[in-house]
């Protein structure tokens, strides 16, 4: 009975300790790159890998682990953009000139996904700078996006928080490829 019991403790500990410092890992890098680019918040930056690491088994325990985390989660944001995109399109609620940028915002992103997936293939290699040149290219897909809603005078964007999402998980991508590449 003993034993049993220390089995478990042993487990129980053991899989604290691991996604403990998964939370560090992520707490520590997420400063250090918000300190280092003004885009990025720190805020977000935890909120959104920490989510994304308790869908993930196992956590991220190095710093590899973390960049790839974050470029499969900037990947993914790029997908649901485009579904989101596509059923916006669906919609009649718009005229023909937003429904004109949805277009636009629709290939922005879709281009995206064969650079992000482009990122993947380059950071999985080690070839750190293509991997920087792939987020790069898709950096500001999401700003160009937004930016199209605003040359109508009253027109608004029905994607701002989603476009801001995607910037900020991109941002954090590549400050995190950055981070890896100097410590690498």
Do not use: W
């Amino acid at each position: 009975m003993i034993m049993k019991f220390a089995s478990y403790l042993v487990i129980f500990f053991t899989i604290f300790f691991h996604c403990s410092n998964g939370s560090n890992l992520i707490h520590q890098s997420c400063m250090e790159a918000s300190e280092s680019d003004p885009n990025l918040r720190y805020d977000f930056c935890v909120a959104s890998l920490e989510d994304g690491s308790s869908k993930r088994q196992p956590p991220p325990t190095n710093l590899e682990d973390l960049v790839g985390m974050s470029i499969q989660l900037t990947k993914s944001n790029a997908t649901n953009m485009v579904s989101i995109i596509s059923e916006l399109l669906k919609s009649k609620g718009f005229d023909q000139y937003a429904k004109g940028c949805l277009k636009d915002c629709f290939d922005l992103f879709k281009d995206s996904l064969s650079e992000l997936d482009d990122a993947v293939v380059a950071f999985k290699s080690k070839d750190l700078n293509t991997a920087a040149i792939k987020m790069s290219a898709t950096l500001d897909n999401s700003v160009t996006c937004e930016d199209q809603f605003k040359d109508k005078k009253g027109e608004k964007s029905p994607l701002t928080k989603e476009n801001h999402d995607y910037y900020q998980l991109n941002v954090i991508s590549l400050a995190f490829v950055q981070m890896f590449h100097q410590h690498y």
